[in-house]
C-alpha cells in the first residue's frame, strides 16, 4: 500500500512539472523548485515509512519464479533453499543457451537473404543459376538444456472459464454465404457428392488435366474425404465420407477440392469469370425453362463479380498484382465472390481452371507434365517460388531458401527438408490418402466421365 502511495507520490511530481512547463520566466524556475521540495519531503516521509525488509527476505522474493513462504516469520529450510540455488543456476543456462541459439538461427537466415540476393542478381543479369547458390543445410535446431522445474510450487489459482475464440478474420462458410445473398442475391446450387466430383472431372478431362493430377491434389487437400464444401480445419465426415456434425475450427478461407483462398477465387474470376459466364449462358440453351432462367441468372451475377473486382483493383498502385486480390478477399464482395466454390455449376469450373493454370505456366517453363506432387507443390507455394524449386539440379537445396522465415517456422510440412524430400513427402501423404473413400469415388467419377466425353465425340 506504501509503495503505491510512492508511486502516488511521484505521479502528482509529473503532474506538477507539467502543470509549470510554461510559466513565465521570472517565477518559472522558482516554481519548479518549490515543487520539487515539496514532492522530495513527501518521498522521504513515505520512504521512511516503508519497514525495513531483512537481507534472507529479500534474497527470497527476488528468486526467479521462486515464492516466498507462507509465513514471513518461519526460517527458510536449508534444502529449499539449496533447491533453489540450483534451479536459479539452472534457469541461467537455460537462457544463456538459448540466446546462442537465437543468435545461430539468425546467421543461418542472414545467410538465406544474402544467396537470395545473389539469385535475384545473377537473374537480372542472364546467367546460370546453379545449386551453389542455394543454402544447402538445414536450419539449425536448439539441443541445449529444457527449461528447469521450479522448486515452490506455484500458488493455486481458480480457474478461469475458458473464452470462446471469436469469428475468424477471414470468414467463415456462413460468411460468403450471407455476403453473396447481401450483394447479389446469388446462392449458390448444391448438389450431392457424387454429382459435384462427376462435374469436376468433365471439366479437368476438357482442359486436359488427368485423374491422377485431379484426385491427387483432392487426395492431400482434403485428406481424400471431401466434401465439396469443405473449410480448411472443418471436418464434415467421418473416414467412411458419411456426414457428421461439423467439428473443428477453420484455418484459413480455404475451399473446395483444390482449397482456393479467397484472394485466389478473386483472381481466377477476374481473369475467367466472363468465359464462365458465356459457359453457363451456352448450358442454358440446352436446358429445360426453369433451369435456363437460373443459368442466365447466374450468368449475370458472374459478369456482376467481374466488374467490381476489377473496379476494386483500380483503386491499388499496382494493378493485378496478388496484394490487390488479398485486400480485395477481404472486403465483405470478396467474399461474396468466394461463395462460387460452392456452387455446383461455377465450382468445379473455378477450381479446374486453378490447376489448369499452374499446368500451363509449367509448360512454358519448361514442365510438360506435372506429377500430383509437383502440381500441389506449386499449388501449395505459389507459381514464382514452385517452377523455382523444380529447377533442374537443386533438389539437395533447402526449403528454407524458397520461403519467409516466418512462413517457413510455420508449416511442419516443409520444415527441415530439401526440395526432393518434400516432393517424396507430399508424393507419400497422396499415395495414403489415394486409398481413402473420397478419393476412390472421384476415380470412379473420373471413369465414367471419360466414357460420357469419349461417348459423345
Known sequence: MRRIRLNLDLAKLNIAKNAVSRPEKKRGRQAVLAVMVMALTIMGSTIAAIPIVSAQSASKNNMNGAASPASKSAPIDPKLEEKIRIYKAKLA???KARKAYRAQLN????????????RKAKKRRGETITLKDYVLTQPPKYTGPKW??????????AKAKKKKPGPPRFGTVKDFLRAAKKH???????TDEKSFKKAYAREALRLGLTAEQVVGVFALETGGLGPYNRQ???FLTD????PVAPYGRPISSALGYAQLLSANSSAMTAKFGNEFADRLENMAKTAKPARAKHLHAKAKIVRRMVKDIKRSIRRYRRRDGWREYVAFARTSKGRAVHALNLDADIGPMLQVYKLH???EIAKRKGHA???AAKLELLNLVGFGRGLEMLRPGIGKAATANFLSRRGYERNPVVAGKTIQQLIDKLASIIARNMKKCGSKEFVTAFNEAFVEVAAQN
Open 93 to 95: 543456462a537455460y537462457f
Open 107 to 118: 546467421r543461418y537466415w542472414a545467410q538465406i537473404k544474402k544467396k537470395r540476393a545473389i
Open 148 to 157: 528447469p522445474k521450479n522448486p515452490v510450487p506455484p500458488p493455486k489459482k
Open 184 to 190: 447479389y442475391n446469388f446462392v449458390p446450387r448444391h
Open 232 to 234: 480448411a480445419g472443418v
Open 239 to 242: 473416414q467412411n465420407c458419411k
Open 357 to 359: 493454370r499452374i499446368t
Open 369 to 371: 507434365y506435372l506429377s
